[in-house]
């Protein structure tokens, strides 16, 4: 998709949360009239498409593309299942169906115990395994909620719903693959999600006053400023390098896997950091709930557990480079950005 594409659908999408009442759907829990009415809006542009090809009715975008929408929907704190409707929607086109008007949510084919993010709030899940993908309907009575969970996501309590769609997966799509990209668009949500975080906490560290000046005045809360902007920038730097990686490779192959990883790791160890850091600047304020802090570090929390934490893919990323032939690792630590 070109750039100036994007751009334009991006800019759209941001006027479009701006103006939608988000905080009132976080309270439902993004079961409400309002949900209904911002989702009807959302689809009838197409953004659950932007990952679809042409030939199925979408925009032909990548997975790339989805990442910057991503990172849209995370800075809003958005209580909809889009961003995993974005990537199952393209992930069914791979496979050469047309999808559904449908709300999507993503299962994790390598662990079959983790809830299923959004249960409360789609109508289906998309599944990988056997070298095919299957949209199997979600119904309200068959989930189970997970206790202190954001955005509706609960376990699965049936054997499966109704088949509504199946496909044969690519030779590159895989249930690691298929995981992998899930893991991406988590990355890329928590990128948007510290963004946020950053923005909302110097917000609050300059208008809020202590001792006759701002917060962000004292010592103390400028290295906590410094150290979430730092930890902020490393992870869209990360998400940026995975999403030119898949950029130039949209096979999947196992470079892109690494830089998948990389993205994976480096926002989920920013996550407890920045967390930390912008509810020690906020004090009290920042675990109220009527504060939005607490919208993103909640969300924050999830996403980084969910399709792998960093542990398990830094164990799967060393042990790709390991299993390497000749030596790879300083060569790719040097290697030019």
């Not at 309002?34 to 199925?56: F, I, M, R, T």
Request: glycine share 8%.
């Amino acid at each position: 998709m070109e750039q100036s594409d994007l751009a334009m659908i991006a800019d759209g999408l941001e006027r479009i949360l701006t103006d939608a009442p988000l905080e009132a759907m976080d309270h439902a829990g993004g079961v409400d009239a309002h949900s209904d009415a911002l989702w009807n809006n959302l689809s009838e542009a197409g953004y659950p498409k932007l990952c679809v090809s042409q030939e199925h009715g979408g925009f032909g975008g990548t997975f790339a593309d989805a990442a910057s929408l991503a990172q849209i929907v995370a800075r809003h704190a958005v209580a909809l299942p889009l961003t995993d409707t974005i990537f199952a929607s393209g992930l069914l086109s791979e496979c050469g169906v047309e999808t559904p008007d449908l709300r999507i949510a993503i299962a994790d084919p390598l662990d079959p115990s983790a809830p299923i993010p959004h249960a409360a709030q789609v109508d289906a899940v998309l599944r990988c395994g056997e070298g095919k993908v299957t949209l199997e309907r979600l119904s309200e009575t068959e989930i189970i909620p997970q206790a202190k969970a954001e955005d509706g996501a609960g376990f699965w309590s049936g054997v499966g719903g109704d088949v509504i769609a199946e496909g044969t997966a690519p030779g590159w799509l895989n249930a690691r693959s298929f995981q992998a990209i899930a893991a991406f668009s988590r990355a890329a949500s928590m990128a948007g999600a510290l963004e946020a975080v950053l923005s909302l906490t110097l917000s609050y560290t300059q208008e809020r006053e202590q001792f006759g000046r701002p917060l962000a005045k004292f010592q103390a809360i400028q290295h906590h400023l410094a150290d979430i902007a730092c930890e902020t920038a490393a992870s869209m730097a990360a998400v940026e390098m995975a999403s030119d990686a898949i950029t130039g490779d949209p096979l999947c192959g196992t470079y892109i896997l690494d830089e998948i990883a990389i993205a994976k790791i480096r926002c989920g160890e920013a996550v407890s950091r920045v967390s930390a850091a912008a509810h020690q600047a906020h004090g009290a304020m920042g675990f109220t709930r009527e504060y939005a802090l607490g919208r993103y570090t909640r969300r924050l929390w999830q996403w980084q557990d969910e399709f792998g934490s960093e542990a398990l893919w830094a164990e799967r990323l060393g042990s790709n480079i390991l299993a390497e032939e000749s030596p790879v690792l300083w060569p790719r630590i040097s290697r030019p950005i």
